[in-house]
């Protein structure tokens, strides 16, 4: 199964990500605070990425993104809502599933 891994220009932040090429409906990842989309990596490269088109995403100022561009709105749950919006808004995917712990799951 392959990876992609890709930066998303938002105006909130460069987004990095990892993608898998399964073809199931999207699912969407969100780390915890201080940590990173690399907290998912087992799920990407078991069953789940396989299946489905699996993204996790570093949100603003956490792993391989960029820091937030206006940090007072950026790095509340609604601007980081609005970052994972934006992101989804350039892939082009509009119907996925939803997945986040600690601070990801307040964002979600």
């Known amino acids: 199964m392959a990876h992609a891994f890709r930066t998303i220009v938002t105006k909130h932040a460069d987004i990095r990500l990892t993608e898998t090429d399964g073809t ?46 206006d940090p007072a709105h950026d790095y509340s749950i609604p601007g980081l809502a609005e970052c994972v919006a934006d992101v989804l808004a350039q892939l082009r995917i509009d119907r996925f599933m939803l997945v986040g712990w600690s601070l990801g799951g307040h964002v979600a």
């Not at 969407?28 to 996790?56: E, N």
């Open 24 to 69: 199931g409906l999207p699912i969407v990842m969100l780390h915890g605070s201080s940590a990173s989309r690399r907290a998912f990596d087992p799920l990407l490269a078991g069953p789940i990425g396989a299946r489905h088109r699996t993204i996790a995403l570093d949100l603003p100022g956490h792993g391989e993104s960029g820091n937030a561009h």
